[in-house]
T-cell receptor, first 112, second 113 residues
Framework: DAKTTQPTSMDCAEGRAANLPCNHS???????VYWYRQIHSQGPQYIIH???NNETNEMASLIITEDRKSSTLILPHATLRDTAVYYCIVRVGTGGYNKLIFGAGTRLAVHP | NAGVTQTPKFQVLKTGQSMTLQCAQD?????MSWYRQDPGMGLRLIHY???????DQGEVPNGYNVSRSTTEDFPLRLLSAAPSQTSVYFC????????????FGQGTRLTVV
């Protein structure tokens, strides 16, 4: 199973872009990169996922390097409500059930 | 849609007591899971189910039982609570396609004294 490495914490000024990196150097060709966040002990919330190509939705953008060994989650205009722990997850499993393996994540603090 | 509903939100148990944490989803998802989260840590998988009548162990299953008699419900049972089971418990559901996201409940905060 591919593991991920993220910085423990990051800061960002409100209104600026928050760029959260993740390393997953052992990722397999059929594994997706998922990002979730957890706001103050609430249930985790799905943000975005991707396989090879860059992805964008209403919450964020996901940039995956060409070799797929790392990715960056971008919150284009961070707000105070984006303060949360962000988890980068490689979704494992072949067919059947695909487990989510959560690491410690990155604690993002957005300040005024 | 209510999504994933967990009850109760808070619970205090004495060591040795038993209880059931309830989880229900109204999205007709086949996959459901239970996680626990200890202070300052990520989530760890306890048990999961890929459909009614089918369950399997995650990474920390000891001290917990599950069953899945319907698609909607996936209760987690603590047979004899221990202080080490003090944690926040999250239930999640997802459709079987690997390329989709999981939906999490709001958690049950359990304290065992």
């Amino acid at each position: 199973d591919a593991k991920t490495t993220q910085p423990t914490s990051m800061d960002c000024a409100e209104g600026r872009a928050a760029n959260l990196p993740c390393n997953h150097s052992t990722i397999s060709g059929n594994e997706y990169v998922y990002w979730y966040r957890q706001i103050h002990s609430q249930g985790p919330q799905y943000i975005i996922h991707g396989l090879k190509n860059n992805e964008t939705n209403e919450m964020a953008s996901l940039i995956i390097t060409e070799d797929r060994k790392s990715s960056t989650l971008i919150l284009p205009h961070a707000t105070l409500r984006d303060t949360a722990v962000y988890y980068c997850i490689v979704r494992v499993g072949t067919g059947g059930y695909n487990k989510l393996i959560f690491g410690a994540g990155t604690r993002l603090a957005v300040h005024p | 849609n209510a999504g994933v509903t967990q009850t109760p939100k808070f619970q205090v148990l004495k060591t040795g007591q038993s209880m059931t944490l309830q989880c229900a989803q109204d999205m007709n998802h086949e996959y459901m899971s239970w996680y626990r989260q200890d202070p300052g840590m990520g989530l760890r998988l306890i048990h999961y189910s890929v459909g009614a009548g089918i369950t399997d162990q995650g990474e920390v299953p000891n001290g917990y039982n599950v069953s899945r008699s319907t698609t909607e419900d996936f209760p987690l049972r603590l047979l004899s609570a221990a202080p080490s089971q003090t944690s926040v418990y999250f239930c999640a559901s997802s459709p079987p396609d690997r390329n989709t996201e999981a939906f999490f409940g709001q958690g049950t905060r359990l304290t065992v004294v």
